[in-house]
T-cell receptor, first 113, second 113 residues
Framework: DVKVTQSSRYLVKRTGEKVFLECVQDMDHENMFWYRQDPGLGLRLIYFSYDVKMKEKGDIPEGYSVSREKKERFSLILESASTNQTSMYLC????????????FGPGTRLTVT | GENVEQHPSTLSVQEGDSAVIKCTYS??????FPWYKQELGKRPQLIIDIRSNVGEKKDQRIAVTLNKTAKHFSLHITETQPEDSAVYFC????????????FGQGTRLTINP
């Protein structure tokens, strides 16, 4: 079974703080993704990575950055958290090479006060 | 870029009846269309997918149909049960460059006993 884990289920941070969300997958997947989930807006892609040290912007990258130093780990960074970044953050991974199925982590509910 | 529209946003059906959720996409090059189910408090999980070389795929009570000419695809759930209550997301693959999914806005399905 593919396992995708995220560092925290719930996180509360103050405006202006730097926030790190970590995601780890154990199936040697090539691709990793960070989504933001808000009611009525579906899953919106923030950033994704198709190889170690490679990253591409998704649809809503503003205010976020990412890091992928090892194949199994993909980090999302909020450089200076703002209240409009309060949301559910979901990480996912996929094998790649025409294997498109994405496996999701349990999510991190981030509240910025 | 790819755009995926999903309807309806909410759907309520009587237990035992059928439910249909519809999605349209804009990029005619898309060739993979998955459906994810997200139960309350849980992560999204793939329930069925279809590739563009087939028009229909069935798995027990769940089926997906694809009309490439019209650029729309649908999820059909027959003989609905209480455990079908969840949020359902459709998606379409973008294959230019790195592979990524574009998700619809989601449909909250409620099965009434």
């Amino acid at each position: 079974d593919v396992k995708v884990t995220q560092s925290s289920r719930y996180l509360v941070k103050r405006t202006g703080e730097k926030v790190f969300l970590e995601c780890v997958q154990d199936m040697d997947h090539e691709n990793m993704f960070w989504y933001r989930q808000d009611p009525g807006l579906g899953l919106r892609l923030i950033y994704f990575s198709y190889d170690v040290k490679m990253k591409e912007k998704g649809d809503i990258p503003e205010g976020y950055s990412v890091s992928r130093e090892k194949k199994e780990r993909f980090s999302l960074i909020l450089e200076s958290a703002s209240t409009n970044q309060t949301s559910m953050y979901l990480c996912a991974s996929s094998l790649g090479q025409a294997n498109y199925e994405q496996y999701f982590g349990p999510g991190t509910r981030l509240t910025v006060t | 870029g790819e755009n995926v529209e999903q309807h309806p946003s909410t759907l309520s059906v009587q237990e035992g009846d059928s439910a249909v959720i519809k999605c349209t996409y804009s990029d005619s090059a898309s060739n993979y269309f998955p459906w994810y189910k997200q139960e309350l408090g849980k992560r999204p999980q793939l329930i069925i997918d279809i590739r563009s070389n087939v028009g229909e795929k069935k798995d027990q009570r769940i089926a997906v149909t694809l009309n490439k000419t019209a650029k729309h695809f649908s999820l059909h759930i027959t003989e609905t049960q209480p455990e079908d209550s969840a949020v359902y997301f459709c998606a379409a693959i973008i294959i230019q460059g790195a592979q990524k999914l574009v998700f619809g806005q989601g449909t909250r399905l409620t099965i009434n006993p």
